[in-house]
T-cell receptor, first 115, second 111 residues
Framework: ETGVTQSPTHLIKTRGQQVTLRCSSQ?????VSWYQQALGQGPQFIFQ???????GRGNFPPRFSGLQFPNYSSELNVNALELDDSALYLC??????????????FGPGTRLTVL | RKEVEQDPGPFNVPEGATVAFNCTYS??????FFWYRQDCRKEPKLLMS???SGNEDGRFTAQLNRASQYISLLIRDSKLSDSATYLC????????????FGKGTRLSVIA
C-alpha cells in the first residue's frame, strides 16, 4: 500500500450540488496532485498543491478548487456538479525536492457519480 | 494531437504470449517516462520507469527513443495476472510538473 488515503470511496450526487473529496498524503510528502479519470480514459491533471499553495493547474474550470492543510492533506471541491463530472478522482502524493523527479504515489480514488 | 498516444487495444492474448505496447508523446521537452499498470476500478501503480538505455525487469522490457518520441513496453511469457490496463506516462520535469497519461491499453491474458 502507498500510505495515501482518500475519502469517501464512493459518492453519489445530483446535478448542481457541491462535493468535497479528501486526501491524506504519505508521511513525509509535501505535495499533492489531483487527477480526474473518466471511464475509459487516462487520468487528467486537475491541479497540484505544494506547501499549501496551488502549484499548477490543468484545463479545468474554476468550479474545481482545492486546499492543502499544514499537515499536507488536501481537499478537492467541485461546485455546480455536472453529469460529466462523474469520474474516479485520484490524489497522488510526492515529495518535491530540488533537482530530482520524485515518484507520485496514488491513493485508491473516490468514485463520484453525478445523476 | 494528444500529448500521449497509445495503441487503442484491447489486446487479447493467450498465456505465454509476448505482447508489445507502443506509445508516442508530443512534448519534446518531456524528461521522465513511465509505464503504469491499472487494475479494474483501482488506482494506477508504477510498473517501471523508462530510460534511454532501455531497462528490463523480469519479463518486462521498456524502451525509449527520444528522437522518435516513442516508448514501448514488451511483456514476455504473459501470465493471467498481467491482465490490466497499461498506461504510458510522461513528465516534462521542471520542478514538479504533473504526469501526463495516455488513454491506456487494456490487456486480457486468456488461459
Amino acid at each position: 500500500e502507498t500510505g495515501v488515503t482518500q475519502s469517501p470511496t464512493h459518492l453519489i450526487k445530483t446535478r448542481g450540488q457541491q462535493v468535497t473529496l479528501r486526501c491524506s498524503s504519505q508521511s513525509g510528502h509535501n505535495t499533492v496532485s489531483w487527477y480526474q479519470q473518466a471511464l475509459g480514459q487516462g487520468p487528467q491533471f486537475i491541479f497540484q498543491y505544494y506547501r499549501e499553495e496551488e502549484n499548477g493547474r490543468g484545463n479545468f474550470p474554476p468550479r474545481f478548487s482545492g486546499l492543502q492543510f499544514p499537515n499536507y492533506s488536501s481537499e478537492l471541491n467541485v461546485n455546480a456538479l455536472e453529469l460529466d463530472d462523474s469520474a474516479l478522482y485520484l490524489c497522488a502524493s510526492s515529495l518535491t525536492g530540488r533537482g530530482t523527479y520524485n515518484e507520485q504515489f496514488f491513493g485508491p480514488g473516490t468514485r463520484l457519480t453525478v445523476l | 494531437r494528444k500529448e500521449v498516444e497509445q495503441d487503442p487495444g484491447p489486446f487479447n492474448v493467450p498465456e505465454g504470449a509476448t505482447v508489445a505496447f507502443n506509445c508516442t508523446y508530443s512534448n519534446s521537452a518531456s524528461q521522465s517516462f513511465f509505464w503504469y499498470r491499472q487494475d479494474c476500478r483501482k488506482e494506477p501503480k508504477l510498473l517501471m520507469s523508462v530510460y534511454s538505455s532501455g531497462n528490463e525487469d523480469g519479463r518486462f522490457t521498456a524502451q525509449l527513443n527520444r528522437a522518435s518520441q516513442y516508448i514501448s513496453l514488451l511483456i514476455r511469457d504473459s501470465k493471467l495476472s498481467d491482465s490490466a490496463t497499461y498506461l504510458c506516462v510522461v513528465n516534462a520535469y521542471s520542478g514538479n510538473t504533473p504526469l501526463v497519461f495516455g488513454k491506456g491499453t487494456r490487456l486480457s491474458v486468456i488461459a
